[in-house]
């Protein structure tokens, strides 16, 4: 499976952005499509999930009502939106795949696949 993100720049606070991670190889297995993101000096951090089997969408607090994944599967794409864009979203945004189980969607670990990552600079 190679996934390939795109999309970041540098926006302004109160901006959007939307993310895409298009995917190829064999992602049958694939039980759930994350998105993540790592701030300098800082780990890297759950930001968003989507599960295959209902379609179920998590988010991490800081991110909830602003942020919104999605999938089209016929284009085995993954999307973020990011609206209301804030300093603090700033860091390089991953994608990435796996047959994770539900208990650990959030966790880096859990995840298989993972894209090169792309940068988002929210400037105030």
């Known amino acids: 499976v190679q996934l390939q993100a795109s999309g970041g720049g540098l926006v302004q606070a109160g901006g959007y952005l939307r993310l895409s991670c298009a995917a190829s190889?064999?992602?049958?297995?694939?039980?759930?499509w994350g998105w993540f993101r790592q701030a300098p000096g800082k780990e890297r951090a759950f930001v968003a999930a989507?599960?295959?089997?209902?379609?179920?969408?998590y988010y991490s607090d800081s991110v909830k009502g602003r942020f919104t994944i999605s999938k089209d599967n016929a284009k085995n794409t993954l999307y973020l939106q990011m609206d209301s864009l804030k300093p603090e979203d700033t860091a390089t945004y991953y994608c990435?795949?796996?047959?994770?189980?539900?208990?650990?969607?959030?966790?880096?670990?859990?995840?298989?696949?993972w894209g090169q990552g792309t940068l988002v600079t929210v400037s105030s």
């Open positions: 990435a795949t796996g047959s994770v189980i539900l208990g650990q969607i959030r966790t880096p670990t859990a995840y298989t696949y």
């Open positions: 190889g064999r992602t049958a297995s694939s039980r759930a």
């Open positions: 989507h599960r295959r089997d209902g379609g179920y969408t």
